[in-house]
C-alpha cells in the first residue's frame, strides 16, 4: 500500500503491562500506564480536510486516499454527490490509465439487524467496473475486517453471473455465492444475525415482504460477529479484469434503510 504523510505524529512510552485499544477518538493523556507523549508537526502541506455528505438520513465520509480495492485505484472526492431527490452517485471518471473511483463509509456502526438498499440500472457497468456494498472493520484481522459484500460485477467464472453474495475469506467456495442481477431497479437485502447472513436481491425499489426473490443465499459458517464494521459503498476498477477500463460509469444508489 502506499503511505499516506500525516499532519501530525505522536510517540508514546508506556509501561510493560500498558493495553491500548483498537482504536480511539483521542491520544490518552500521560499518567498511569502512558509515561511520555509527545506530538510533532507533520508535513505543513498535507491536509486533514474531511469530505463529507448527507444520504438517507445519515452522515458518510467521502473516500480520498487511495486503495488497493481491485488493484490500485485512485480516489476523487467529486466522484460522489447526492442529487435533488436524495439518491446519491458514485462514478469511475477519467479516461483510460487515468480513472478515479469513490467511495463511501457510513460514520455509525449498526450492528445486527435488516440492511436495504435499491440501486438503479447497473447492468450496462464497463466489464472491468465493480461496485460493492460491504460492511468493513478493519482492525478486525481475526475476523477478516467483519467483511460481508455484495458485489455487481464480472468475475471471471460465468458470463451469466454478473454479482456474487460474499463473506470473506473470498477464497473459500463456500464463502461466495454467484448469481445474476437483472437489468432494471433492484433492492439488495442483508439479514445479520449471529452466525448467521442472509442475502436477497429483488426487483423494483420496495423488495421484501411477499415479493419473490431474483436470488438469495444465506451463509451460516464463517458469519462474523458484530464488532465496529460500517457500511461502504464502492464503485472501482478490477485492474486484473482482461479488458482494460474503456469508459466512465456511474452507479446511483436510491435508498438504504437499517432496521434492527
Not at 460481508?148 to 456474487?164: F, L, V, W, Y
Not at 449471529?194 to 425499489?205: E, I, L, M, S
Request: proline letters at 9%; aromatic letters at 10%; charged letters at 20%.
Amino acid at each position: 500500500t502506499k503511505t499516506h504523510l500525516g499532519t501530525e505524529y505522536a510517540a508514546l512510552l508506556v509501561e510493560p503491562d500498558h493495553q491500548p485499544p483498537t482504536t480511539l477518538e483521542h491520544l490518552p493523556p500521560e499518567g498511569g500506564s502512558v509515561v511520555r507523549l509527545v506530538i510533532v508537526r507533520g508535513d505543513p502541506k498535507a491536509t486533514a480536510e474531511r469530505h463529507t455528505l448527507r444520504f438517507a438520513g445519515y452522515e458518510w465520509i467521502i473516500r480520498a486516499a487511495p486503495s488497493d480495492r481491485g488493484g490500485p485505484n485512485q480516489f476523487d472526492p467529486a466522484n460522489a454527490w447526492t442529487d435533488a431527490q436524495g439518491a446519491v452517485h458514485l462514478r469511475i471518471a477519467g479516461a483510460p490509465g487515468r480513472w478515479t473511483c469513490a467511495e463511501l463509509t457510513l460514520t455509525r456502526s449498526f450492528g445486527y439487524g435488516v440492511y436495504t438498499f435499491a440501486l438503479d440500472d447497473i447492468s450496462t457497468l464497463d466489464p472491468a467496473a465493480r461496485f460493492a456494498i460491504f460492511t468493513w472493520d478493519g482492525p478486525a484481522i481475526a475476523q477478516y475486517g467483519r467483511e460481508m459484500a455484495i458485489t455487481i460485477g464480472r468475475h471471471g467464472e460465468r458470463p451469466q453471473d454478473n454479482a456474487r453474495y460474499v463473506i470473506e475469506p473470498i477464497d473459500l467456495p463456500a464463502n461466495r455465492s454467484n448469481f445474476f442481477a437483472p437489468a432494471g431497479l433492484l433492492t439488495h437485502q442483508l439479514r445479520w444475525e449471529p452466525d448467521r447472513a442472509t442475502f436477497r436481491t429483488f426487483r423494483g425499489a420496495h423488495g421484501g415482504g411477499e415479493a419473490r426473490p431474483v436470488a438469495e443465499h444465506t451463509f451460516t459458517s464463517g458469519v462474523p460477529a458484530a464488532g465496529n464494521e460500517t457500511i461502504r459503498f464502492s464503485i472501482y476498477v478490477s485492474q486484473n479484469n482482461p479488458t482494460p477500463m474503456q469508459k466512465p460509469a456511474e452507479v446511483i444508489v436510491r435508498r438504504f434503510t437499517f432496521e434492527p
